[in-house]
């Protein structure tokens, strides 16, 4: 498995384009922003993207959706619970336009289901607390952990739907379901191991006493 970390928008949200070498099939996770920069490097790579994971809806997560949709019209997978973010705009972001169009696909997926592309697939762990329908994807000792967790960090829950319970729940599954040495891919920020985070996150620290 293949993997493109592609650094987008004011925030510096992370989008990943995840492929496999032999069938080239590929999923897109997260077009927060700047769409040309996206559609390069899908180009570059010569993935065939098959579809688009969105670990949460926040417009920082979904800003380029509507726009990479115009050039590769596949698919998009939510959580049921993130899917109304999808269709409403967010002017207090000075965003005007949905991030998807009526004729889009929205798969909702929710814990535990595959989605697949060529012969690899990501696993669905809902992790809400971030948002009620916040996801993270696994496979092969790799996680794209949305903002549910960064390097030293984790999502904050003062945004609507915000909840510190569930996130602090949502973490602790991570701890469990995860192997130590489990390579995170956040929303934002640089990429970490778990294990690093369960001696260095006070969050996690915190949740391991």
Not at 38 to 58: D, K, N, P, S, Y
Not at 118 to 145: I, M, N
Not at 188 to 197: D, F, I, R
Request: aromatic content about 6%.
């Amino acid at each position: 498995m293949q993997i493109a970390q592609i650094i987008v928008g004011p925030l510096a949200t992370n989008s990943y384009l995840v492929w496999e070498e032999d069938r080239a099939e590929a999923l897109l996770i997260d077009p927060g922003a700047e769409p040309e920069t996206i559609l390069e490097t899908i180009a570059t790579t010569q993935a065939r993207v098959v579809g688009i994971v969105c670990t949460h809806g926040h417009p920082d997560h979904t800003g380029a959706l509507r726009s990479v949709l115009s050039a590769i019209p596949v698919p998009v997978y939510i959580h049921p619970a993130d899917s109304p973010m999808l269709r409403r705009t967010w002017p207090e972001f000075f965003v005007t336009e949905t991030p998807v169009g009526p004729g889009t696909e929205v798969r909702e997926v929710t814990d535990e289901e595959q989605i697949r592309f060529g012969d690899h697939s990501l696993r669905v762990l809902h992790t809400p607390g971030h948002t009620p329908g916040g996801l993270c994807l696994t496979a092969e000792e790799v996680v794209f952990s949305g903002d549910t967790l960064f390097a030293g960090g984790v999502g904050r829950t003062d945004l609507p739907g915000g909840n510190e319970a569930q996130l602090n729940e949502s973490l602790r599954r991570l701890l469990s379901d995860l192997s130590p040495i489990t390579l995170v891919y956040p929303g934002h920020g640089a990429s970490t191991v778990l294990t690093q985070e369960m001696t260095t996150n006070p969050w996690l620290v915190e949740l391991l006493k």
